[in-house]
Nanobody, 119 residues
Framework: QVQLVESGGGLVQTGGSLRLSCVAS????????MGWYRQAPGKQRELVAA???????NYGESVKGRFIISRDYAKKTVYLQMNSLKPEDTAVYYC?????????????WGQGTQVTVSS
């Protein structure tokens, strides 16, 4: 069974930092891309940062210059370093991965990790 497990969320004050991690496990042939999305109460899920299949990065406009995505596909892991956090960054953060499993390419999601930024 393929799983994405996020960790690193929590409560932080405005201006603080957090580092999220997401590890993929299971019978994975290879990883095409991994990234992070978030969803705040009453809002749609939005892109935070993600690697494309070609290895380039995309960032949501609101996090550019503050968040950094990195990866270690040998460890099936993607990270999100979040700096200069703001209350509007409060959301559930989801890991997403485009992976080939048993020969089939599919999109997978983690269960989410809560990030709360206090003002």
């Amino acid at each position: 069974q393929v799983q994405l497990v996020e960790s690193g969320g929590g409560l932080v004050q405005t201006g603080g930092s957090l580092r999220l991690s997401c590890v993929a496990s299971g019978s994975i042939d290879w990883i095409n891309a991994m990234g992070w999305y978030r969803q705040a109460p009453g809002k749609q899920r939005e892109l935070v940062a993600a690697f494309t299949t070609r290895g380039s990065t995309n960032y949501g406009e609101s996090v550019k210059g503050r968040f950094i995505i990195s990866r270690d596909y040998a460890k099936k892991t993607v990270y999100l370093q979040m700096n200069s956090l703001k209350p509007e960054d409060t959301a559930v953060y989801y890991c997403n991965a485009d992976m080939v499993v048993d020969g089939w390419a599919e999109d997978y999601w983690g269960q989410g990790t809560q990030v709360t930024v206090s003002s």
